[in-house]
């Protein structure tokens, strides 16, 4: 299966609800007018693009077509690549840090510890040593869950006790990075909500920490978002990058909905690069974003 049919089938519920309607709507008999505009701005904002991201659009796709009177279909095809390809910001050079300290971040239930370890079996295929640090001191199963998957996909894993200082243990783990030369280290950390100034505080201590060992650690910074909360999102992202300094995002459980266009939504407003979409469960289900596979996944006809 190609990167194509795995975006198409992480994509079927919005796909599926936005293709069909589209095509109706910009049907080759149809005239393109008003009427046209007003269905096709309800069917982008059912799907999560946001009414700024959706009306922004539509404006250049009606003066596209006004002036060239072109296909309208490949016209907003276009658009939404442009507006998607702003959002795929390379990530900065892997090779310049050893080991290279990524921290995930996000509001519980939104897969943090999931893709943790979805990364380190990426990281794993590629042939890179990995490290996970187990820095969500507060639930038993997501130490649990970390060392079957670092067992299985052959990462280190640093944890303390339940309760123990989250910061510590990401110091810790980034000791014992070093001294073994370990090529990427994944920081797990606890879900929190945020609208709470001290859990996100802590935040601020585990990058502390890590500073002092690496003064430009963590390189990365990844908001893990549900995709699923729809623009729930948008205030998570918008407290995150307040506090955290946010380098990318990780959309998950974008197979689980029909509003996939919260993607663009999200990077419009906070121009925040999109790295990784989860579009399954299975280890290999969380793949690079790709602004051209992203929008031919989800307007195929």
């Not at 309607?21 to 309800?42: G, I, W, Y």
Request: glycine content about 6%; proline content about 2%; aromatic content about 4%.
């Amino acid at each position: 299966m190609n990167l194509l049919d795995r975006f198409q089938k992480g994509l079927k519920k919005t796909s599926e609800s936005v293709t069909k309607r589209l095509a109706s709507v910009l049907s080759a008999h149809r005239k393109f007018d008003q009427q046209t505009l007003d269905e096709l701005e309800e069917i982008l904002i059912s799907s999560d693009l946001g009414v700024a991201t959706t009306e922004e659009l539509l404006a250049s796709v009606a003066e596209q077509v006004r002036k060239n009177g072109a296909d309208s279909w490949e016209i907003l095809r276009r658009e939404l690549k442009s507006l998607a390809g702003e959002s795929a910001v390379a990530p900065s050079s892997e090779a310049s840090a050893i080991p290279r300290v990524i921290l995930l971040v996000g509001v519980n239930g939104s897969g943090k510890t999931t893709t943790a370890a979805k990364l380190a079996y990426r990281y794993r295929r590629e042939g890179k040593t990995v490290m996970i640090a187990a820095c969500d001191t507060f639930r038993a199963a997501a130490i649990e869950q970390l060392q079957i998957w670092a067992d299985r996909v052959g990462a280190d894993l640093v944890k303390q006790e339940i309760g123990s200082d989250a910061a510590s243990v990401a110091y810790d783990a980034l000791s014992a990075a070093r001294a073994r030369h370990i090529d990427v280290l994944l920081v797990d950390t606890a879900g929190r909500l945020h609208t709470k100034a001290n859990l996100m505080h802590e935040l601020e201590k585990i990058s502390r920490v890590l500073k002092k060992q690496m003064p430009d650690a963590p390189h990365d910074v990844l908001l893990v978002l549900d995709a699923t909360t729809g623009q729930n999102a948008l205030a998570q992202a918008r407290e995150f990058q307040r506090t955290s300094s946010v380098t990318g995002l990780v959309l998950t459980k974008l197979d689980g909905t029909s509003k996939g266009g919260i993607v663009l939504a999200i990077h419009r407003e906070h121009a925040i690069p999109v790295r990784y979409i989860g579009i399954g469960e299975q280890p290999e289900d969380l793949e690079p974003f790709q602004a051209d596979t992203f929008v031919d996944a989800l307007l195929t006809r």
